[in-house]
């Protein structure tokens, strides 16, 4: 059966807060239960006891693990058996075979390390891969750098390279793609614009860090009037040709037409969480 994301806007929410997991699913699209970087070393087996103690909607659940090969992973996956949980977030992911390994679930892997962004295609390709998302700040500090962003809040080149390379390897192999993390939650400008740009070029979701993130995003995958109205021009045009035609001066081909097709789905889900434009 193939997972039909719910929605561009996911959200962390820390494994050992129990008390925000409502409020996270209430607020976003999918929540990530976050058992790695999210929680204190002396506080993960308390947040393995919360997620099996307190259950949300596994079809609007993801659970982020510990990174392969530590003891932490394994009592992580130990966890999950008590659990209705089948989506996990694999960080650090660096092989295929970490993913492989994991069978049993279906695996976002986390692009956030030098290793992971070489071997980035092939773990896009695993059977059981079903999206990527890439992490900045991690990487940074595995080159031995400080800052993956400029003062101006854009991108270091380094990122952007792993931020285009986790989005192509999606893409090439039918995954879906999630869009890093903007940490500066006070910037919702800067935020919106980062999410404009990750519509533009095809990430599928933003992931959020705070609940006030989640309305933003939310509004910069809901196509405009203007372009909702184009789509839907356009795709009642398609079945009056054959192949390529011209439309309203432009050349219409397949990818044309899969651009409006995309629209159209994003203003559907836009409607359907009261931000139709």
Partial sequence: MIWEMPGPAWLF????????????????????????DGVAE????????????????????VIRVNAANTVEHMLDRDALLRTEYRRIMLPKCESAEQITTLADYEVIPLIESPLGALAVGRAAIVRNAIGVMWGAEDLVAGLGGNSS????GSYRDVARHVRSQALLAAK??????????YLDIAELDKLAEETLDAV???????????????PVIRRAYAPTSEEIDWAQRLLDEV???????????????????????????????????????
């Fill in 200 to 214: 533009a070029i095809g990430f599928d979701a933003k992931v959020a860090i705070h609940p006030s993130q989640v």
């Fill in 149 to 152: 962003r400029h003062a101006d």
């Fill in 13 to 36: 929410c820390p494994a050992d807060r129990p008390e925000r997991y409502a409020k996270a699913a209430a607020a976003a699209d999918v929540v990530i239960i976050d058992l790695e």
């Fill in 172 to 181: 090439a192999y039918g995954k879906f793609a999630l869009d890093s993390v």
């Fill in 42 to 61: 002396a506080d993960k087996a308390a947040a393995r006891e919360a997620l099996i103690a307190n259950p949300l909607d596994p079809e609007r659940t």
């Fill in 239 to 277: 079945p009056n040709h054959r192949g390529v035609f011209t439309y309203e001066g432009a050349m219409v081909d397949a990818p044309v037409i899969r651009h409006a097709e995309r629209i159209v789905r994003r203003a559907q889900g836009a409607d359907s969480a009261g931000f139709a434009s």
